[in-house]
């Protein structure tokens, strides 16, 4: 049997819509399995490195690709 979601989209396009309205971007929207939604502020598709949910091997490859062109 299958259970309901824990959110539903309107909810989504509420949260999205709120920070919006309130002259932010959105640069991302977390919904944890408990239905919790978190919309981060910020521009589409900006990595963020002081995110604790940013990819600490980004730094990496972004130094090695620097050092690359260089030589």
Known sequence: ???S???KKTDVTR???????A?????RVEINKDGVIVVVPG????CNHGD???NPWDKVL??????????
């Open 52 to 54: 604790e949910a940013s």
């Open 43 to 46: 521009k589409p598709g900006e």
């Open 1 to 3: 049997m299958r259970r």
């Open 5 to 7: 979601s824990a959110f």
């Open 62 to 71: 972004t130094d090695a690709a620097d050092k690359e062109r260089a030589a």
């Open 23 to 27: 002259g932010l971007e959105v640069a």
């Open 15 to 21: 949260a999205t819509r709120a920070v919006l309205a």
